[in-house]
């Protein structure tokens, strides 16, 4: 995307409530009512579809790892 620019990622029926972009911008994850989305940057593909509720959403400091909380556990995403 050039300085300026938009581009839209389209995938929830509902508003997004919350995003998180991993430090190293490979990685966005998306919250919505509905689902919460992994996306994939370079692609710009979403990569998973979680279906259930996610409370909290983390990174690893080095962008490895990717933390979910959801009802009753984690979630442990490994993009390596």
Known sequence: IEFGQWESL???ANDVKN???SKNGQIL??????KTSIW?????????AVHE?????AFSPD?????TSVKNGL??????
């Open 10 to 12: 389209a995938s929830h």
């Open 19 to 21: 995003m998180h972009l």
């Open 29 to 34: 994850v998306s919250k919505s009512f509905e």
């Open 40 to 48: 994939d940057m370079k692609t710009r593909e979403e990569i998973v």
């Open 53 to 57: 509720h996610v409370n909290h959403i």
């Open 63 to 67: 962008s490895k790892l990717l933390l």
């Open 75 to 80: 979630h442990i995403w490994n993009f390596c």
